[in-house]
């Protein structure tokens, strides 16, 4: 059974994740200042917002003594992927239902995945879409007993409290460097958004001073704006955030050729590992808003990186 000391150990970075400045002549033509808060150096293999959203979902897991984590995803999944690495840190067992055939196991995820001693249940589509209903769950934790339920995404309202914390990772690191000018306010936090967890965490704590700007990378996500309310109520009171819905190139996991080389163009010139999926399609579209003039002049813009280089690997043998 894991013991909350290994939670604590897995918990305890030696430093928090970098912040940088990026550099780039679109930025200093509309007088931009954009830094980088890199989530994905949080972990050798838990990286980016998997990290934070579980963080405390975990915790509860370990002290209600479970036997286990049973969690959702799809073939490519950084959240399957996360958790596989998590259960063999912390000495969980973890199993999967994963959308999708069951020769998907081979993809690079998935080999990472079992190879960490995760036990994967494939379902088809029509199955998978059951993933929050009361009945199959029911029975879920019937054949799994002791096993302890993660949503798909990790997005739940224990989730967002592991999220918030970052805000004040933040605020420490503008305080406390001196190598380079550093605004006294963030106008904007920047990040990709699929489920809105990761959003409705950072919502939750947001100073009065900086706006949120989550850039779905799904198309037509317009309940998006419910979803994040649903995890965080609050947030419907809250004018300081906005979702980006035009920036999804297409739909989830989709891109043009053109995007795709846009993207790596931007990875070259900024220094910064990107993927398709999440950061490097809120990144194009962060840079496309500013070309555009939607930050005006010498706003001060911080981009979440939330991970999921990962899915680099099985992204590149996608068709775009
Ligand atoms: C790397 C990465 N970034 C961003 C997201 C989006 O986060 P959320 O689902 O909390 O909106 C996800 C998960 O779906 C992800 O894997």
Redesign the pocket.
């Known amino acids: 059974m894991a013991s909350l000391s290994s939670w604590q150990q897995l918990y305890s970075p030696a430093t928090p994740s970098p912040l940088q400045p990026l550099v780039h002549p679109l930025l200093s033509q509309h007088q931009i200042k954009l830094w980088v808060k890199r989530d994905d150096l949080l972990h050798a293999t838990i990286s980016?917002?998997?990290w934070r959203?579980l963080k405390y979902p975990l915790r509860h897991a370990i002290e209600s003594q479970a036997t286990g984590l049973l969690s959702f995803g799809g073939a490519y999944s950084?959240?399957l992927h996360a958790l596989a690495a998590i259960g063999q840190q912390l000495a969980l067992p973890t199993l999967a239902i994963v959308r999708g055939e069951a020769s998907s196991q081979h993809n690079p995820t998935l080999t990472d995945a079992r190879r960490w001693g995760m036990s994967l249940e494939f379902v088809d589509r029509q199955q998978y879409r059951l993933r929050q209903d009361s009945r199959w769950l029911a029975e879920l934790s019937a054949r799994y007993p002791g096993y302890y339920l993660i949503p798909e995404?990790g997005?739940c309202a224990g989730a967002l409290p592991g999220v918030a914390e970052l805000w004040s990772e933040l605020a420490a690191q503008f305080r406390s460097s001196s190598a380079w000018p550093l605004p006294s306010t963030i106008d904007h936090l920047i990040?990709?958004?699929?489920?809105?967890?990761?959003?409705a965490g950072l919502i939750s704590t947001r100073p009065a001073a900086s706006q949120l700007t989550?850039y779905a990378?799904l198309k037509g996500a317009s309940w998006l704006k419910e979803e994040v309310c649903a995890l965080y109520p609050a947030a419907a009171q809250d004018n300081g955030w906005q979702l980006r819905l035009d920036h999804h190139g297409g739909g989830y996991a989709k891109s043009s050729i053109e995007d795709r080389a846009a993207i790596a163009l931007l990875s070259e010139q900024l220094a910064l590992p990107l993927?398709p999926?999440?950061?490097g399609k809120a990144i194009l579209g962060l840079f496309r808003d500013i070309a555009a003039g939607y930050y005006p002049a010498h706003s001060q813009l911080v981009f979440l990186h939330?991970?999921?280089l990962q899915?680099t690997r099985s992204a590149l043998s996608r068709k775009p």
């Open positions: 980016g917002n998997k959203k950084n959240h995404g997005s990040l990709p958004v699929a489920s809105g967890g990761t959003l989550g990378v993927e999926i999440y950061s939330t991970g999921g899915g």
